[in-house]
C-alpha cells in the first residue's frame, strides 16, 4: 500500500526567505505525486504535480518540486516566500488501475506559518 | 464552472441522528470521492466511486453510506452519527487519468456532540 511522511508539522519562516518543505512516499511503482496547499476554512487547491518526465516540476504561485526516485522524495520549494503563503501544504501520492478509480493518499500535512 | 459544490457548510448533530452530505461537480468527470480531515491525520478516503454505479470502500468506512446518484452527484450519509465522526468533509472528483490530479469542495464542518 501506498504512504506519505511529511516530517514536519509546523514550519516557520521570515518572508522573503527561501522554503523547503519535504515529502518522503512509498510506493511499489512509478508514482503519481502532487502538492496541495489549502487556506484556513477552505478547500484544497492543487500547486503542481508529477507523473512522467523532468523531475523537476513548477506549479502555481511560484512553487517547485523535485523528484528523486532514489530518495523516494519529492519536496516543494520556493525561492522566496510571501506572506500570502501562510497555509497548510498537503503532499499526496496516486495509485492508477486500469478500469478502476485512482486513489490518492495524503501526508498528514506541513503547517506553513511566514514571519513579516 | 462551479467545479466541485458541497452542502451544507457547516453542521451541528446530536449523537444518534442521520444525515446526509451532498455533493455535485459539473466538469462531467467519472471518478467522485469522500475524504475526512481531521487534525494531524491528514486526509483519510472514506469511501470512492470509478463510475456512475459503482462505489467501492477506502481507508475509513466505518459508520457511513454513500449512493452515486447519477454522474454529477455524489452523497455521503451517517445513519446514526457518533462524536468520532465530528470532522471536515471534503468531496473531490477526478478526470480519468491519473496526471489530472484531484479537485476538491470547499468542504462540511461537522459537529457531533
Excluded at chain 1, 523537476?56 to 519529492?74: C, D, P, T, Y
Amino acid at each position: 500500500a501506498q504512504s506519505v511522511t511529511q516530517p514536519d508539522i509546523h514550519i516557520t519562516v521570515s518572508e522573503g526567505a527561501s522554503l523547503e518543505l519535504r515529502c518522503n512516499y512509498s510506493y511499489g511503482a512509478t508514482p503519481y505525486l502532487f502538492w496541495y496547499v489549502q487556506s484556513p476554512g477552505q478547500g484544497l487547491q492543487l500547486l503542481l504535480k508529477y507523473f512522467s518526465g523532468d523531475t523537476l516540476v513548477q506549479g502555481i504561485k511560484g512553487f517547485e518540486a523535485e523528484f528523486k526516485r532514489s530518495q523516494s522524495s519529492f519536496n516543494l520549494r520556493k525561492p522566496s516566500v510571501h506572506w500570502s503563503d501562510a497555509a497548510e501544504y498537503f503532499c499526496a501520492v496516486g495509485a492508477w488501475g486500469t478500469g478502476t478509480a485512482s486513489k490518492l493518499t495524503f501526508g498528514t500535512g506541513t503547517r506553513l506559518q511566514v514571519t513579516l | 464552472n462551479a467545479g466541485v459544490t458541497q452542502t451544507p457548510k457547516f453542521q451541528v448533530l446530536k449523537t444518534g441522528q442521520s444525515m446526509t452530505l451532498q455533493c455535485a461537480q459539473d466538469m462531467n468527470h467519472n471518478s467522485m470521492y469522500w475524504y475526512r480531515q481531521d487534525p494531524g491525520m491528514g486526509l483519510r478516503l472514506i469511501y470512492y466511486s470509478a463510475s456512475e454505479g459503482t462505489t467501492d470502500k477506502g481507508e475509513v468506512p466505518n459508520g457511513y453510506n454513500v449512493s452515486r446518484l447519477n454522474k454529477r452527484e455524489f452523497s455521503l450519509r451517517l445513519e446514526s452519527a457518533a462524536p468520532s465522526q465530528t470532522s471536515v468533509y471534503f468531496c473531490a472528483s477526478n478526470k480519468d487519468g491519473g496526471e489530472y490530479g484531484y479537485t476538491f469542495g470547499s468542504g462540511t464542518r461537522l459537529t457531533v456532540v
